[in-house]
C-alpha cells in the first residue's frame, strides 16, 4: 500500500482524514530553507501584516482551511496543504509535514478558481 493524495478540489477529502488533521497541534512552525527563500522571493513578509503571519497551525482554526492531504500506507495524515486569507485580494498558502516544517508558501488571489488543477493526481476518497 502507498501514499495517497487527497485534494478538495479533485474529489474531496475523506471524513476521517479531515478528523486526524483537525487533531493537529503545531504550537511552533519551523520554516525550511526553502519555504524561507519563496517567502522573500515572492514578497510574502510584506503582504502578510505580521499578526497574520503565520507562527503556529491548529487543525480546528477556522481561518485555515485544508485544501489537500497526503496520507501514508496506514491513512494517517503525513503533508496538507493549507490557505488562509490575509488581506482582501490575498490568501497564503503553505504546504506543512507531519512534524510541523513549513515545506513551501506562495500566495494566490482568492479569486483564483484551480482551474488548472490536474485531478488526475489525486485519489478518491
Not at 475523506?14 to 486526524?20: K, T
Not at 490557505?83 to 500566495?107: A, F, H, P, S, Y
Amino acid at each position: 500500500m502507498s501514499n495517497k493524495l487527497y485534494n478538495v478540489g479533485a474529489y474531496g477529502i475523506p471524513q476521517s482524514v479531515r478528523l486526524a488533521v483537525g487533531d493537529w497541534r503545531i504550537d511552533r512552525l519551523k520554516w525550511s530553507k526553502h519555504a524561507i527563500q519563496q517567502a522573500m522571493i515572492k514578497g510574502i513578509r510584506a503582504m502578510v501584516s505580521s499578526d497574520q503571519y503565520p507562527h503556529s497551525f491548529y487543525g480546528d482554526d477556522p481561518r485555515w482551511s485544508v485544501v489537500e492531504v497526503e496520507t501514508n500506507e496506514f491513512g494517517h495524515p503525513v503533508k496538507i496543504v493549507v490557505r488562509r486569507k490575509v488581506g482582501l485580494q490575498w490568501t497564503l498558502v503553505l504546504v506543512i509535514d507531519v512534524e510541523g516544517i513549513v515545506r513551501t508558501c506562495w500566495v494566490n488571489l482568492t479569486t483564483d478558481n484551480h482551474r488548472t488543477l490536474d485531478k488526475s493526481k489525486f485519489n478518491y476518497p
